[in-house]
């Protein structure tokens, strides 16, 4: 079973929020581990959004916009990046990925499509 | 404003070795943490390697720790990736990445191409 778990696709319309899961392994508490999302547009560098790990450490990437932002849900063992407001341009693969045993580990990868 | 240059990216046999070069300016090389990442085509981000600030700490993926060697000179202001017994599935795009400490990958370069095929 992979370290974090993402599902392939996600779609959503303009204007709507768009609300992306990473599921750390079981017996990985995501309780521990700041989370970091990063955004890869067709033909592009991935580009660091935010991290979160809680309401007291996390923090916005450079010129992210506010309508990105980080949470988790204990419940299930999962990191979550929620956008709102969709826009055409918020089209792009969506990775998530943690600092874990002295490696860093990347989600495979959500594929959001706004239509 | 942070330039990362990759080179050394080609095709290479299975078995073969190659060694990637990236070289870096607008910003003081030797004060951050450097790392290569990788991205087969159509695939997603995979971490390759970490060598922090004075290359005291180095950290590789399971995937490559054995053939690969991360190195840097800071005087050069370069990262290098020494990759011995390539094999397919290390075809990828070959990123260098910085990072402050153990952080977010701030500035990407623009990647290499390894192809390793028969």
């Known amino acids: 079973q992979p370290v974090l778990t993402q599902p392939t696709s996600l779609s959503a319309s303009p204007g709507a929020s768009a609300r992306f899961t990473c599921t750390l392994r079981?017996?990985?508490?995501?309780?521990?581990?700041?989370i970091y999302w990063y955004q890869q547009k067709p033909g592009s560098l991935p580009r660091y959004l935010l991290r979160?790990?809680?309401?007291?450490?996390?923090?916005?990437g450079s010129g992210v916009p506010s309508r990105f932002s980080g949470s988790k849900d204990a419940s299930t063992n999962a990191g979550l990046l929620l956008i709102s407001g969709l826009q055409s341009e918020d089209e792009a693969d969506y990775y998530c990925?943690?600092?874990?045993?002295?490696?860093?580990?990347f989600g495979g990868g959500t594929k959001l499509t706004v239509l | 404003e942070v330039q990362l240059v990759e080179s050394g990216g080609g095709l290479v046999q299975p078995g073969g070795s190659l060694r990637l070069s990236c070289a870096a300016s607008?910003?003081?090389?030797?004060?951050?943490?450097m790392n290569w990442v990788r991205q087969a085509p159509g695939k997603g981000l995979e971490w390759v390697s970490y060598?922090?600030?004075?290359?005291?700490?180095?950290y590789y993926a399971d995937s490559v720790k054995g053939r690969f060697t991360i190195s840097r000179d800071n005087a050069k202001n370069s990262l290098y990736l020494q990759m011995n017994s390539l094999r397919d599935e290390d075809t990828a795009v070959y990123y260098c990445?910085?990072?402050?400490?153990?952080?977010?990958?701030?500035?990407w370069g623009q990647g290499t191409l390894v192809t390793v095929s028969s």
């Open positions: 990445a910085r990072s402050e400490l153990v952080t977010n990958f701030d500035y």
């Open positions: 607008g910003f003081t090389f030797s004060s951050y943490s």
């Open positions: 060598i922090s600030s004075s290359s005291s700490t180095i």
């Open positions: 079981s017996g990985i508490n995501v309780g521990t581990y700041r």
């Open positions: 979160y790990k809680s309401d007291s450490d996390k923090q916005q």
């Open positions: 990925a943690i600092w874990y045993s002295s490696t860093w580990v």
